[in-house]
């Protein structure tokens, strides 16, 4: 019995060893092979940098407008030059008689196709505290040819409102008749002017054609002296002095200063502390009395031609 009870345990103990033994020589389960990635999402093609217009179409939806052939352009870069070159500068950046930078006007950035900028250029524009813009008399086809130009400077800007690429352009001014110059002078600058009197060395001390003729259209004078800014090289300018007004209440009081504002509905000047004060204009009274240093030539600006301009600055250039 006690025989038998052995041989049973025996045959246990074996069989659970055998057991324990299969179990551990089993072969390990087979891995699951890794998910496949996924591809990364393809990413928008990179804009080729810089300016409106040039992989930036969802930030600058207004200056991607489709540009125009290279003959409009070409031809539209010559009209801004002769017409809008002198207030809005070479680079559309403003130029030396006050023209708003045209990379950040909201005007021009929403026009498409001239009919925003039409009006302006063929009316004119009178802003309080602005240079008044004269009218310009272009053709509807014109305007869109300088608009077209415009929008091919957005889109070669290196960024918003900035200019566009390259050395800045210099030109050759210098193309008018000098003695047609001279007699345009003699009847419309010699009774505030004299070539021997204020204007005497006035190209030595404007060797730039380009700062001079801007100086001379703008009637800003300059001051001696090298320096930069706007004006050009060689000479710093220095501000015209400002106008002036006399008002006169209908009681008869009398006020005087520079001349701050004035409109339809107020005009606004300077008392002797610098302070502004307002007069409400009703109908004729306050009586104004302006003087403006610069009425004749803000009064030549409407009918200076192209070739006037040209033809003076080559007269002017030859008073060294």
């Not at 207030?87 to 023209?99: I, V």
């Not at 003729?213 to 060689?234: D, E, F, K, L, Y």
Request: aromatic share 4%.
């Amino acid at each position: 019995m006690r025989s038998k009870l052995s041989i049973a345990c025996a045959a246990a103990t074996l069989f659970l060893s055998v057991f324990v033994r299969a179990g551990a020589e089993q072969p390990p389960p087979a891995q699951q092979p890794p998910p496949a990635q996924q591809p990364a999402p393809a990413q928008p093609p990179p804009g080729r940098g810089g300016g409106p217009g040039r992989g930036a179409s969802t930030a600058f939806p207004k200056t991607t407008r489709p540009l125009a052939d290279a003959a409009t352009i070409e031809r539209g870069s010559a009209l801004y030059g002769i017409n809008c070159r002198l207030c809005h500068g070479a680079d559309l950046r403003g130029g030396d008689l006050g023209g708003i930078n045209l990379l950040r006007s909201q005007l021009v950035l929403a026009d498409q196709d001239a009919e925003l900028i039409h009006p302006v250029v063929t009316q004119g524009r009178n802003n309080p505290g602005m240079p008044p813009m004269p009218p310009v008399p272009l053709s509807l086809d014109d305007t869109k040819a300088i608009a077209a130009y415009i929008r091919s400077v957005l889109a070669r800007s290196a960024g918003q409102g900035g200019p566009p690429p390259g050395p800045p352009v210099e030109l050759n001014i210098v193309v008018g008749n000098a003695e047609a110059g001279q007699k345009y002078f003699a009847g419309n600058c010699a009774s505030c002017h004299s070539p021997t009197g204020d204007l005497a060395g006035l190209a030595s001390r404007y060797p730039v054609p380009m700062q001079l003729q801007n100086t001379w259209v703008s009637g800003v004078v300059g001051a001696g002296g090298r320096g930069g800014g706007r004006g050009g090289r060689g000479v710093v300018p220095r501000a015209p002095k400002p106008a002036t007004a006399i008002v006169t209440t209908a009681d008869g009081q009398r006020f005087e200063g520079p001349l701050q504002r004035i409109d339809d509905f107020i005009v606004v000047i300077a008392d002797p502390d610098g302070l502004p004060r307002t007069f409400r204009r009703v109908g004729g009274n306050p009586k104004i009395e302006i003087t403006d240093p610069l009425d004749g030539h803000k009064k030549l600006w409407v009918k200076l031609t192209d070739k006037d301009m040209h033809d003076v600055t080559a007269y002017l250039v030859t008073l060294k």
